[in-house]
């Protein structure tokens, strides 16, 4: 099915703009001025970067397996950079993040909105170390490629499910059998990852040999170094 891509110069949250608009729209603006993030927190939304919400049809069930498809569909784009996933939906080059995906369901709707760093590297206080894509690609053109393997990628996930799509994530995923710490609402925990299950909650061996699901965190890699050009 064709995207009907709306654009906009300036806008507070594509986000925001998604929601008056009907299923396979995709709003994309030049300029955010109130981008917003995973947990409450600012999408520091610099000019020159990308912007786009992806307005999707709501499934029946577990709606929020399409962030694992919208970020499969972001990486796969990424491939040349050997960009690669930290669970659930953060873009990370070089260990660093260069893209997050924020999804919100309303009614009938799942919005997904993307942000990538594709020509200039935010500026502030950041979780995570935060890089750009140094403009190696045109916002138009990497949008468009995105939305080609999102839409490959949706079909997969209706004919063959969550399974199919957790075997493709999995090509991209760090930390799989590695330390990883996970910040959690109220409290930090350290384990092994082991992968992921099938409603996509983060399978965590904690040191004491249990297993614990975890379902929304912030993930930390302890042992992937970030590397600096
Ligand atoms: C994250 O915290 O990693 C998710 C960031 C999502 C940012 C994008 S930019 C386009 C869309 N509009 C928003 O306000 N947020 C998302």
Redesign the pocket.
Known sequence: MKWNVKYFDELL???DKALDELCHTCVVAKK?TK????CG?T?V?SEGNL???LVLEKPKTDAHLLSFVVALSVVECLKDLNAKLKWPN?ILVNGKKVA???LEAVDDKVIA???INTKVVPTGDFLYPVASLNGVYENEDLLHHILERLDENLYVLKEQGFLAIREKYFNFMLGISKQIKVQLPLEEVQGTLLGIALDGAMELKLNDSSIRLIRAGDVFLMNEGIKNE
């Open positions: 949250s594509t986000n955010q981008g917003r993030g995973r927190r999408w939304s912007f786009f919400s953060d997050g995906i924020l909105g993307v942000g």
